[in-house]
């Protein structure tokens, strides 16, 4: 046999097998793999750019995605992403989706389809509400949001990053932040269920021990007063879940133990930290802006009800 026909016939093979596995449609994800971190990274460059925003996608929490879970849709055309939901759940009673679709591959129906197929995990899970998470500057996704049954404005948030960190001083030496033990879970969830109010069983605090999330304490004297977690990856230190029992709220307790976090993490090497607050929620937003973060853009949260969609 010719080896140059050879070698002809194993590339046309190898061609051939290339194409047959070269992703189409919908695909639903447990886990990410860095292959499709990185894809679904590329496409949110486009789509910023495309719109001048800012997809909120959640990067700490794609990174580290349970493998039981099915929370990622990804639809291909010919091998190239062209459209990505994410679901995060964070309660029992909703949860958040945030996804984009490739410019030039809109208006073909794969929002729908991978919006379909989100709307079946989150009623397998029993949740009842979904919270679509879109870019307050953003064109296309308001207008698709708008677009379905049942979906109506519920409110927005800030997106906040440490620009230039500014020490708080501190008056409470009795005022202490230590991370959280796991004996501490049960307190965990008391206290965010008090503080923002969330009917009971609302928090897992399975959440605030993952291995790429600390959770940390305030405690004044011997009592525990109040959370705050931190979650790192990638793009840098995420700070939520942060509050105080009500009865320690308002006085100077939050702001201390905020500005001890910061300095904590850039010790440590992590310069970028964000976070996000309501904007409704003044107060908080002055605390943070007395820290040292600026607002960078805000995101509009839409709920729909989930009892009367009917899949196509």
């Not at 140059?4 to 097998?17: A, E, Q, T």
């Not at 639903?28 to 909120?56: H, Q």
């Not at 291909?76 to 990505?84: A, D, H, I, K, S």
Request: proline share 3%; with cysteine; glycine share 8%.
């Amino acid at each position: 046999m010719n080896e140059s026909w050879g070698i002809k016939v194993n590339k046309k093979l190898g061609d051939m097998l290339k194409v047959m596995t070269l992703h189409n449609g919908l695909i639903i994800k447990r886990g990410l793999d860095a292959k499709d971190l990185e894809e679904i990274k590329k496409l949110s460059e486009i789509c910023n750019e495309y719109e001048k925003i800012e997809v909120k996608l959640n990067w700490e929490m794609l990174q580290s995605r349970p493998k039981k879970e099915e929370n990622d849709f990804l639809y291909y055309e010919n091998g190239v992403l062209v459209g990505f939901f994410g679901l995060y759940v964070f309660n029992s009673r909703e949860a958040e989706i945030g996804g984009m679709v490739l410019p030039d591959a809109r208006r073909k129906g794969i929002f729908q389809t991978l919006l379909a197929q989100a709307i079946e995990e989150v009623k397998s899970r029993g949740i009842p509400n979904l919270l679509f998470v879109v870019d307050n500057n953003a064109k296309s996704g308001p207008l698709f949001v708008k677009a379905q049954v049942d979906t109506q404005y519920t409110f927005s948030e800030y997106c906040m990053v440490l620009n230039e960190a500014k020490p708080q001083p501190k008056r409470f030496e009795d005022v202490i932040v230590r991370k959280a033990k796991p004996e501490d879970a049960n307190f965990i969830v008391d206290c965010m269920e008090v503080a923002f109010k969330l009917p009971k069983g609302d928090v897992k605090s399975e959440r605030f021990y993952q291995p790429d999330t600390r959770a940390f304490l305030v405690v004044k004297g011997q009592e525990k007063v109040g959370v705050l977690s931190v979650q790192i990856g990638d793009e840098g230190a995420f700070i939520f879940g942060f509050c105080l029992l009500p009865e320690y709220q308002g006085q100077g307790y939050g702001r201390q133990a905020l500005s001890e976090i910061v300095q904590t993490l850039l010790k440590e090497g992590e310069t970028r930290q964000f976070l996000d607050v309501a904007c409704e929620n003044k107060r908080a937003l002055e605390l943070y802006q007395d820290c040292g973060f600026v607002v960078i853009g805000s995101n509009d949260y839409f709920a729909k009800q989930l009892g009367s969609y009917q899949k196509s």
